[in-house]
Structures are given as structure tokens and as C-alpha cells.
């Protein structure tokens, strides 16, 4: 079968592995990507029904796709500014109110359908002449790995060599296994039920997010006056919800959410997901390097995950710099020490987050709402915050 040669091989076309093939290939660089699923199957941006799965894009993730001209290429009639978030918790009563006025800014976020976004980062590499594909296929077997570069064998037969091997395979990430690089892993024994919702009062642009005891419950709002719910549950409140109908769902989750927004009215079908989380103690093995969920995942309760993948690839473009330049290990050092310490403490931070909101006893619900009471009326120590927030950094 025929061989091809490549400056950099991206093995996962998601948002993170299509993001860093075009930030790549627009340094000059010849890149391949390698996706399991068959062309199309992300591809059905048709119609009245937003995408079950949607992110909150960060205002530093927004800069890091405007300067590649991707956001611009978003229809932005189906993605929506945030101005304000509300946190608050089911026992006691204070609450954090954050709003875009106070940082000076028109908005704390976006959120966009997962499909949208994935739709225009793939178009934008495919007319890309210096990406070539590779769809449907995977890697089969790493034939040579070593600081000089990877040799591999595709499922379909075709041999590929590369200076670089990047890993964008997602959590289970198959190329890391393959490279024998070990993963860290947990898991919340929570599953998140995502879904979207009509509500009896309008979500007014703001992002709402309850912490239960039995984990936290996020109303997202959309373009269409919806709201995207991801509901993060317990494993024994999960297989409750499992069995409910429609409307046994939506009077689950009004009286979980408190009825902020009145009674929720109406639910999509739901999609659910368990919770886990890894990180690696190597991003780096020889040639292959970590990149998004491969590298690590965090809860979404912070909803980080996609926004700390784009910074991994901003950072990882900036260090390697143009074609011309080595792509020496040096610089794929840096990267891993530089990526590997900004999502560990993300990772820790939202864990212990998730643990601190989960305890339930009287004294701590009495310190947990004092600290709120106190974030919430110190005006500088709520701009820090969600200035670290909107950078990706915690
Ligand atoms: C309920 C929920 C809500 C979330 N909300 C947010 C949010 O609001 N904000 C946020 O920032 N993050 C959020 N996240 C996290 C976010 O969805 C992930 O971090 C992000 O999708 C990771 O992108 P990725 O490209 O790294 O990996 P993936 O999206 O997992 O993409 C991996 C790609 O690799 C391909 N692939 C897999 N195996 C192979 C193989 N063997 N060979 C070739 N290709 C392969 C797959 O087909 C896929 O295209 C949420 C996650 C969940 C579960």
C-alpha cells in the first residue's frame, strides 16, 4: 500500500484535532488527519432542532478561533452571548450573580452547537490544500516512534510517516494506548443528562447553574430562546431519571432548578453520559503528543473541556512556530510542562469544587454560604475570578 509523508499526522477530527489542523496547516506546515467516523456524520446542520450537544465557548476560546477566521464562518443567528451567570446552591441561601458590565465586557460567553462548530472547523481544513485525509480509518499499529519521528499503518493499509504524531482521539484516545502512554483515571459516578428545554419564562441571556447535593444542574441559554440543560446526577438519582417520561423529566428538573424560570414546559429527547476524569503524567512519548480530551478531561461543570483544548492547540502553534522551524522536543517539552500544569490545576480545582457543593452537613452549608455572601459583595475578588474563567485559566 502507499506511503505518505507528513510534517504532522492528527489522529481525531473533533473540535480540538480539526482546530489544530488548520492552525497547523496555516503555518505552512503539511498535515494528515486521520478521523474514525465517516464523512457526513457530524454534518446535519438542518432544521428547527439546535444540537443536543452544545458548549459555552469562552471569550479567549472566541479569540483564539476569530484569528484563524473560524468563529466568523459560525451562523450567528444559532449562537448565544451570555451576559450573565448565577450560581447558587440547594441548601442555603446566598447566591453569585456575575455580569459581563463588571469586567467592562459585552458578554461572558458563547454558547454554540458542538455540530455547528465541528461543521465549520472540518469545512475550513478541507479546503486546506495542505491537509490531506484520511476518513473513514485509524491507526492499526505505531510501526516506529522515536524523538526523530513516527512511522504508522492506517486500518486501511496505507503506511504514514511523521515528524509529529498528534493523539486528538478523545478520553479513550486509542493512539494513546498505542504509544504506551498511561492514563490516570476516575471516575464522579455521576452521568450528565443533556437535553433541550422550553421554559415558561424567558432565560434572559444568562447562564444559570444549581449545585444539588447530588451534583450540579446547568441551564444554558440558546439562540432560540431554549435552554440547553446539563444535568449532572448521582448514579442512583441517573437511573430514576432514566425511567421517566417527558413530562415525569421536565417536573423533575423545574423542581430541581427551583422554577427560576417558571415550569419547564417542553424537553427534546435526552442524550446521557458518565462522568469520568484522566490526566496523564506524559504528553509526550517520542513523537506523539497529547492534545484535548486525550490529554485530560475535567467535569463539565465548569464547562473548560473544548476551551482548554483550544488553548492546548494555540499554545502548541505558538511554540512550534512556521515551517522552517524544527519541531525539536525542546519545544514539545514546553508545551506538555506549560498545558500539563494549567489543566492539572483545572482538573483539581473543578474536582474539589464538585466535592466541596456535594457535602451536605449543616456546618459546612453555613462557611460554603458565608464564602459565596463574601465572593458575591467583594466586587474586585468576582472580576478575578471570572477574568481567570474567561481566559481558560484557573
Ligand atoms: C455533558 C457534557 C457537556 C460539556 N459541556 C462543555 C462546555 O460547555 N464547554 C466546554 O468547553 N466543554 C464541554 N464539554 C467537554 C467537551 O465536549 C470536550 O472537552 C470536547 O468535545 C473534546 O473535544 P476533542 O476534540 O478533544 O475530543 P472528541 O470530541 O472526543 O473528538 C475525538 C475525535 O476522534 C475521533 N476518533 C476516536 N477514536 C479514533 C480512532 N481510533 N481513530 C481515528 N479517529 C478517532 C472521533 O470520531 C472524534 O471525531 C462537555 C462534555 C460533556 C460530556
Given amino acids: ?37 465517516r464523512p457526513g456524520e457530524s454534518d446535519d446542520l438542518s432544521g428547527a432542532h439546535y444540537d443536543l450537544r452544545v458548549s459555552a465557548i469562552s471569550p479567549r476560546s472566541r479569540d483564539i478561533l476569530e484569528q484563524l477566521g473560524i468563529w466568523q464562518q ?35 460567553g458563547a ?19 495542505r491537509i490531506e485525509w484520511f476518513m473513514p480509518d485509524s491507526i492499526e499499529a505505531l510501526l516506529e516512534n522515536n524523538a526523530q519521528g513516527v512511522e504508522m499503518r492506517l486500518g486501511s493499509g496505507r503506511c504514514l510517516t511523521a515528524g509529529l504524531l498528534l493523539a486528538a482521539d478523545g478520553r479513550n484516545s486509542p493512539t494513546r494506548n498505542l504509544a504506551g502512554i498511561i492514563a490516570r483515571a476516575g471516575q464522579y459516578r455521576q452521568t450528565a443528562f443533556v437535553a433541550n428545554v422550553d421554559t415558561e419564562y424567558p432565560h434572559r441571556f444568562t447562564a444559570w447553574q444549581r449545585f444539588l447535593s447530588t451534583g450540579p444542574l446547568a441551564f444554558l441559554p440558546l439562540a432560540n430562546g431554549q435552554c440547553a440543560v446539563v444535568w449532572s446526577c448521582d448514579d442512583d438519582l441517573a437511573s430514576q431519571l432514566v425511567g421517566f417520561n417527558d413530562d415525569e423529566f421536565c417536573d423533575a428538573l423545574g423542581e430541581a432548578f427551583e422554577f427560576k424560570l417558571g415550569r419547564v414546559k417542553a424537553s427534546s429527547r435526552r442524550l446521557s453520559f458518565p462522568l469520568g476524569w ?7 512519548k517520542g513523537s506523539v503528543l497529547l492534545i484535548g480530551d486525550a490529554a485530560h478531561s475535567v467535569h463539565p461543570l465548569a464547562g473548560q473541556g473544548v476551551n482548554l483544548g483550544f488553548s492546548d492547540v494555540e499554545t502548541l502553534a505558538r511554540l512550534i512556530g512556521e515551517r522552517g522551524e524544527s519541531i525539536s522536543q525542546k519545544k514539545l517539552r514546553r508545551y506538555e510542562r506549560q498545558r500539563k500544569s494549567e489543566t492539572w490545576l483545572a482538573g483539581s480545582s473543578f474536582g474539589a469544587l464538585k466535592w466541596i457543593y456535594g457535602l451536605d452537613q449543616k456546618g459546612v452549608t453555613a462557611i460554603r454560604d458565608l464564602g459565596m455572601r463574601v465572593v458575591d459583595e467583594t466586587p474586585w475578588f468576582k472580576r478575578a475570578i471570572m477574568e481567570k474563567a474567561i481566559q481558560n485559566i484557573t
Avoid: K, P
Avoid at 16 to 34: E, K, S, T
Fill in 1 to 37: 500500500m502507499s506511503a505518505g509523508a507528513y510534517d504532522v499526522v492528527i489522529v481525531g477530527a473533533g473540535m480540538v484535532g480539526a482546530c489544530a489542523a488548520f492552525a497547523l496547516a496555516g503555518r505552512g506546515y503539511r498535515v494528515a488527519i486521520v478521523e474514525a467516523a
Fill in 74 to 108: 459560525l451562523d450567528d443567528q444559532r449562537v448565544c452571548y451570555y451576559e450573565q451567570m448565577v450560581i447558587w446552591h440547594q441548601h442555603g441561601d446566598s447566591s453569585i450573580a456575575f455580569d459581563a458590565v463588571d469586567l467592562a465586557r459585552d458578554n461572558l
Fill in 111 to 129: 454558547i454554540v452547537e458542538n455540530r455547528q462548530l465541528q461543521h465549520v472547523l472540518r469545512r475550513a481544513c478541507e479546503r486546506e490544500t
Fill in 278 to 284: 484522566h490526566h496523564c503524567e506524559h504528553w509526550l
